[in-house]
């Protein structure tokens, strides 16, 4: 249990550290012509790098669920990006339907474990304090 907390904290840590090293970066790269795009696609590879070390501990049905939401990502940014413009009010639409997809996906996943007889205190209706939960 130890290491677990441990575990959370370095990842919280370096996730806190990294994104304001991201800043920094990104204000510094404000003064290149080319230098947001380069710090993107750093940041972009530094992320995929994270994801695919968590992807790659899940089991099967939580990598298609995984996939599942990327790919509807990527078809909601292609057609933000074919449209002459780009509304805010679309991009918060688009974001929405992309977690609406994922809690979906996260649903059907809870709701698989608990029918395969794993017990969780999700059964409850009423929310349990932190320190209960814990």
Known sequence: ?????????????????????????????LKDEHGMERAAD??????????EAMISEMGH???EAVE?????SRKVLHQMADSATIDPSDFVRASGEIM???SKDMTS??????S???STDADDDDPKPGDEVL
Not at 68 to 72: F, K, L, R, Y
Request: proline share 0%; hydrophobic share 45%.
């Open 116 to 118: 395969k007889g794993e």
């Open 42 to 51: 750093n940041m972009s590879k530094a992320i995929d790098s994270i994801a």
């Open 100 to 102: 609406q997809r994922a």
């Open 61 to 63: 049905e939580n990598r």
């Open 1 to 29: 249990m130890e290491n677990w907390f441990v575990s959370v904290m370095r990842l919280s840590t370096a996730m806190t550290f990294f994104g304001a090293e991201q800043v920094q970066k990104a204000s510094e790269a």
């Open 68 to 72: 599942s939401v990327v790919e509807a």
């Open 109 to 114: 996943w809870l709701n698989s474990t608990t």
